[in-house]
Every structure is written in structure tokens, then in C-alpha cells.
């Protein structure tokens, strides 16, 4: 006995995932490494760093959010 169809199931977790990881990215890019010293990275300073970091979430929670758009579409077509 099946209580929810794994493509729902699927579509909704990235779509939560795909929040999560937008609302932390786009937070983190605004506030991270403010007032913060030391930590660089050779040339790079720590905001640098961050930047980095909070780009790649946020590509990552677009991508969530992409995948989770194909798998919702695919549950909701059929």
C-alpha cells in the first residue's frame, strides 16, 4: 500500500529543498562574513569566500527547484 506516489513525494522535498536552499543563499550572500577578520584565503578575503559559497547555494536551490518543477509536472500530466 502506496500512501503518497513517489514522484509527489520527490516533487514536494526538492521543492522544500529548493526553498530552503534560495532563502539561506540569498540571507548568507546579504549578512555573511560581515565584521568578521582574518580567515582569507590568500588573496581572497573572507566576504570573498562567502560570496563563493552563497552563489553555489543558491545555483544549488535553483537546480532543486528546476528538478522539482519536472517532477511535479510529470506527476500532476498523468
Known amino acids: 500500500m502506496q500512501l503518497i506516489p513517489l514522484t ?3 516533487g514536494l522535498l ?3 529543498g529548493g ?3 534560495l532563502g539561506f543563499g540569498i540571507y548568507a550572500l ?3 562574513g560581515q565584521g568578521q577578520r582574518g580567515g582569507a584565503l ?3 578575503p573572507e566576504r570573498g569566500i562567502h560570496a563563493i559559497a552563497d ?3 543558491i545555483v544549488g536551490g535553483a537546480v532543486a527547484l528546476i ?4 517532477a511535479l ?3 500532476f500530466s498523468t
Open 73 to 75: 509536472w510529470s506527476y
Open 14 to 16: 526538492l521543492t522544500l
Open 30 to 32: 546579504v549578512w555573511g
Open 67 to 70: 528538478l522539482s518543477t519536472i
Open 55 to 57: 552563489l553555489r547555494m
Open 42 to 44: 590568500g588573496p581572497i
Open 8 to 10: 509527489l513525494a520527490v
Open 19 to 21: 526553498l530552503v536552499g
